[in-house]
């Protein structure tokens, strides 16, 4: 039988409770009090509360539907966003005049990339947003998307409009990641998700191994831990995804892009393998590339101070085989800059648009 010392204290049971309120709020972007409310009905369990909360929030905005494709995964829903009549399917490989941006990327053999944390958890104007979205895949057409924080219904929203597009899903239930392919140009081979032993916010990585004309790419997103006060998991997952880069098959080229959350000096404690680069620093480190967490330039979050954050990085590791072709990075840009009709931005992030070239 336990002595009373063995037993947590009072203060000891408030304080954890405490800090998974303030856990759950940075997750959710919710207050303490809604965080509380959840917490204390799902038994104080972090991920049964944030899937009971995302799950209400989501049923606010999206319309649910019965779906044949989704019956055969009693977890999920199929949902929809409520769309004018005459904007059904939207084909994104026909040609608009938009995409006449980039018109010799497909021509000349170029590998086209946008990675961008969407923030599917803001729920005000989501549906425009998630139109924005769509409306940038359409200007730049690029061959891969890595997409942070999709809900369900957002990524059944893209599968309706998106539908060049091959979508791999980095989870099912509350907030994940995406991998998007364009059919045309990139064959997935396999996909799965690796799971990170200690994270306390549903975070994983998501690898998609994909044939690109003849070239093997391993192509990975995740979302690293948020807060300043999980460096210590945030760069365990940074670990992950170098062990993944530096042992995969030098006929193989690899490409990282997400939402690390990383800061500078939590990179170098780390460090990169001498093969892998950051893509932003091998371009000559572009002033104008460099925040893509910015409070000071985007308003979607009200907050009481400035932040200018390098959050978002697209890192390579280029097969090294001879005969293989060798990828480089020629072009970095972010895209999103631009306000919707609603007076809002497409993310709290902006996107990152890349482009690589064949040697």
Not at 187 to 202: C, D
Not at 312 to 331: C, F, K, M, N, S
């Amino acid at each position: 039988m336990a002595s009373d010392a063995d037993k947590p204290s009072v203060s000891n049971a408030e304080e954890n409770r405490t800090r998974l309120c303030d856990e759950f709020a940075a997750i959710a972007g919710t207050d303490s009090a809604v965080a509380q409310c959840y917490l204390a009905e799902n038994d104080w369990e972090m991920e049964r509360a944030l899937n009971s909360f995302f799950e209400a929030d989501m049923e606010k905005i999206f319309e649910v539907e019965d779906s044949p494709e989704r019956d055969k995964s009693p977890k999920t829903k199929r949902q929809k966003v409520e769309e004018p009549a005459a904007a059904a399917c939207i084909d994104l490989t026909e040609d608009s005049p938009a995409s006449t941006h980039k018109p010799s990327e497909e021509d000349d053999g170029k590998l086209s990339l946008i990675s961008w944390n969407v923030d599917g958890l803001d729920t005000d104007n989501l549906g425009e947003r998630a139109r924005g979205l769509c409306s940038y895949l359409v200007l730049y057409t690029p061959d891969v998307v890595f997409l942070q924080e999709l809900i369900p219904p957002y990524v059944q929203y893209l599968k309706k409009r998106a539908v060049s597009y091959l979508i791999i899903e980095g989870g099912e239930d509350g907030y994940f990641t995406g991998i998007m392919l364009k059919r045309s140009r990139v064959k997935l081979v396999e996909s799965e998700i690796v799971t990170y032993p200690t994270t306390k916010m549903m975070r994983n990585l998501l690898v998609a191994q994909v044939d690109f004309k003849d070239q093997k790419l391993c192509l990975m997103t995740s979302h690293f831990e948020s807060c300043k006060g999980h460096a210590e998991e945030r760069m365990k997952q940074l670990r992950v995804v170098m062990q993944r880069m530096r042992e995969a098959p030098d006929n193989v080229t690899i490409l990282f892009g997400g939402d690390t959350n990383l800061r500078d000096t939590e990179v170098a404690k780390v460090g990169l393998p001498p093969s892998v680069c950051d893509v932003w620093e091998r371009l000559g480190k572009q002033e104008h590339c460099r925040y893509t967490w910015d409070t000071k330039a985007n308003n979607n979050k009200t907050v009481p101070y400035v932040s200018r954050c390098r959050f978002d990085r697209i890192y390579l590791r280029p097969a090294t085989r001879d005969g293989v072709p060798h990828l480089v990075p020629d072009h970095m840009a972010l895209v999103g800059l631009e306000k919707l009709d609603c007076g809002r931005y497409t993310s709290d992030h902006w996107g990152i648009y890349c482009s690589f070239s064949a040697q």
